[in-house]
Structures are given as structure tokens and as C-alpha cells.
């Protein structure tokens, strides 16, 4: 009996200890994701370049829509897929309190993307010169990919388009945040205490930054094999494993359990929101650049996700009515790869 009540009382404590955490929240998270139909990751890992050491994200979330068959490579289709880097956070003594900033969207939500024009051209162009970090993490062009072979001939590369010019996309095209408030400026406050403590919002932001950029590294190493493969010859891939002409647009994301607030000057009230865009800058040796992150509360990532899915379908039928211009860039491509291999297959 009295081994019965000392379980007890250390599961009891355990729990308590549990429900502090935001693991629930990060389950409560997985759980609506795969209710409204994404591919989940949980607890994934991205490389830290900071501090030279593996990290953990909370949760990676895919969802992609075919946008039709390239017409030079018609078993190859175009694939336009949304990748969220989502970070959770409950946060009980913290209030997350952001001021918002006078803006236009376009010029400021600057929409993370990495495709396989992006990849083939910087490759081709860049092969060989894996030591300019800075220049091509601008790109979110992975390291490892530019001291193998060029994909192309440099004369050919140079007349691929980058994709925002063959289908002009941006942030005006999610109407799931495009029209939200945007901030620059974020800070946390006490809601009891005058100790302002750690700043969590800095430690997410960061976090969702890093990952950010890993992610597209490692999406442009899979582009890289793709296209290797479809430049020597392997076009008629087998149905059930046909590869992809990958357009990969990465939305940074906090899920907040807690209070989000924006203040917009001493003459005005303290407001309570849900959801809100965040421009983070974050430089170091390694990184730099500012990231355009939805931070939401947790009572609203489910409608957020809802007009993502709208924001989803909407941009697939979009590249799907410039398919011919895609198609123009494939013909270059396709037809370059004589260049390389010696002949057209």
C-alpha cells in the first residue's frame, strides 16, 4: 500500500511537471495538423551552425498539389508544396507583447521559397565555389551540392529565369496572414513580478530562423538529386516512385499558449490579438537576413491552417495557368544538358 501511494505521488508530481511543459500543446499541434490532412514531423533536428551542434524543432508540416505535367519531361510533374517550421510555446508568467509598424505588405513579407529553377541556375553557376557561404545561404542553396559537377553549362544556366518571374507570387496570395498586423518590434512582460526574465520570444525566433534555413538547404540537396537525375537521361521513373519538379514555399511559424498582445503607443489601450506577422532579424557569423513569421495563438492555428489550405489551392491553380512559362524554362534545361553530357536523350 505504501509502494501504491509513492507511485502515485511521483506520477502525480511527473504530471504536474508535464502539463507545465509544452509538450501538450506541441501534441494538441500534431493532433490538428493531421486532422486537416499534412504530413507530420514531431521533434525533428536541424543543424545548428551557431553552435556546432544538432538542435530539435518542434514539428516540420508538408502539404503539396501537382500543377501538371512538364511538357519536355511529361513524367515529371510540377509539385507546389507549403513546408511549415512551426515552434510551440506555452507561456503562463510572459505576457508576448509586439508594436506594430506602418508597412505594405509586398514590400516587406518576403516569402522563403527554394525550387528547382533556383537550384539548377545558382548550381550551375556557383559549382565549384563551396567556401561562399554567406552569398549562397542567401539563396538556401545547401554547401554540399556546389563541389559536385555543374548541372549545366554556365552559358545555359544564365538563361534560366528565377522563378518569381516566371509566376510573380507573394504574400498577397495567403490570404491566411497577407492582410494581418506586421511588427518588427516584440518584448515580454511579466504578468506578475517585476523581473522581466529570459526572453522566450528571441529563444522561438531564433529557433524557427535556424530551421528555417536548414530546411532549405536540405530541400535544395533533394532538388539537386532530382534534376541530376532528369539532366543524365532517367525520365520514365516508375509511377509509384516518379520524382518531382519541386516549388517548395517554407512558412516560419509560433504557436503561442498564452497572452499575445499589441500596443500601439502610450495613448493607446494594451489589445489582446490571435495572430500577428512578425519581421525577426537575427545576424550572426552564420545567419542573417530578416524571416517573416505568423506567430498565432493556439485557439487560432486551426483557422490559420484552414486558409492555408485555401492559400494552397488557390497558388497551385495559378502556377498551373503559367505552366507554358514553366514549360519555356524546362525546354532550356532540358535542351542545355547537351552541353554536359554530350547528347540529348
Same mark, same amino acid.
Given at each position: ?11 502525480r508530481?511527473?504530471?504536474?511537471w ?6 501538450p500543446?506541441?501534441l494538441?499541434?500534431?493532433? &490538428?495538423?493531421?486532422a ?6 514531431a521533434?525533428?533536428?536541424?543543424y ?12 516540420k508540416a508538408y ?14 510533374p ?6 511549415? &517550421?512551426i515552434?510551440c510555446?506555452k507561456?503562463e508568467k ?5 508594436f506594430?509598424?506602418?508597412?505594405t ?10 525550387d528547382?529553377l ?9 559549382s565549384?565555389d563551396?567556401w ?14 556546389l ?7 554556365p552559358?545555359v544556366?544564365?538563361? &534560366?529565369?528565377?522563378? &518569381? ?8 496570395d ?6 494581418k498586423?506586421?511588427?518588427s518590434?516584440?518584448t *515580454? ?10 526572453d522566450e520570444m528571441?529563444?522561438e525566433a ?9 530546411e532549405?538547404?536540405l ?5 539537386h538529386?532530382?534534376?541530376?537525375l532528369?539532366l543524365?537521361?532517367? *525520365? ?8 518531382y519538379l ?5 512558412l516560419p511559424?509560433i504557436?503561442f499558449d498564452g ?8 495613448d493607446?489601450?494594451?489589445e ?6 512578425y519581421?525577426?532579424?537575427?545576424r550572426?557569423?552564420?545567419?542573417f ?9 493556439k485557439?487560432s ?7 492555408l ?5 488557390n ?15 524546362m525546354?532550356i534545361i ?7 553530357s554530350?547528347?540529348?536523350?
Amino acid at each position: 500500500m505504501i509502494e501504491a501511494v509513492g507511485l502515485a505521488s511521483r506520477l502525480r508530481k511527473a504530471r504536474d511537471w508535464i502539463l507545465k511543459t509544452g509538450y501538450p500543446l506541441e501534441l494538441e499541434v500534431i493532433d &490538428i495538423l493531421r486532422a486537416n490532412d499534412w504530413e507530420v514531423m514531431a521533434s525533428t533536428n536541424y543543424y545548428d551552425e551557431d553552435e556546432g551542434k544538432w538542435r530539435e524543432l518542434d514539428i516540420k508540416a508538408y502539404k503539396g498539389l501537382e500543377c501538371g505535367e512538364a511538357h519536355h519531361t511529361p513524367a515529371w510533374p510540377y509539385r507546389l508544396t507549403l513546408t511549415l &517550421i512551426i515552434q510551440c510555446k506555452k507561456s503562463e508568467k510572459y505576457a508576448w507583447v509586439f508594436f506594430p509598424i506602418p508597412t505594405t505588405h509586398d514590400a516587406s513579407l518576403r516569402l522563403e521559397h527554394i525550387d528547382f529553377l533556383k537550384v539548377t541556375r545558382v548550381q550551375s553557376l556557383a559549382s565549384r565555389d563551396p567556401w561562399a557561404i554567406r552569398r549562397h545561404r542567401t539563396l538556401g542553396i545547401g554547401r554540399d551540392i556546389l563541389v559536385e559537377p555543374p548541372l549545366l553549362d554556365p552559358s545555359v544556366a544564365r538563361k &534560366i529565369e528565377w522563378l &518569381i518571374e516566371v509566376v510573380p507570387f507573394g504574400a498577397t496570395d495567403f490570404q491566411s496572414f497577407g492582410r494581418k498586423m506586421v511588427s518588427s518590434v516584440g518584448t *515580454v512582460a511579466p504578468l506578475s513580478g517585476r523581473e522581466k526574465g529570459r526572453d522566450e520570444m528571441f529563444e522561438e525566433a531564433t529557433t524557427v530562423s535556424k530551421a528555417l534555413v536548414y530546411e532549405l538547404e536540405l530541400t535544395s540537396d533533394f532538388i539537386h538529386a532530382v534534376m541530376s537525375l532528369l539532366l543524365h537521361g532517367y *525520365v520514365s521513373p516508375p509511377a509509384e516512385s516518379r520524382p518531382y519538379l519541386s516549388i517548395n514555399i517554407v512558412l516560419p511559424i509560433i504557436v503561442f499558449d498564452g497572452m499575445l498582445c499589441l500596443w500601439c503607443g502610450k495613448d493607446s489601450d494594451l489589445e489582446e490579438i490571435d495572430h500577428l506577422v512578425y519581421l525577426f532579424d537575427y545576424r550572426s557569423p552564420y545567419y542573417f537576413g530578416r524571416r517573416a513569421m505568423n506567430v498565432v495563438g493556439k485557439d487560432s492555428f486551426e483557422l490559420l491552417l484552414r486558409g492555408l489550405n485555401t492559400d494552397l489551392i488557390n497558388l497551385a491553380q495559378k502556377f498551373r495557368e503559367r505552366k507554358h512559362k514553366l514549360d519555356k524554362q524546362m525546354k532550356i534545361i532540358t535542351e542545355g544538358r547537351s552541353l554536359i553530357s554530350g547528347k540529348l536523350r
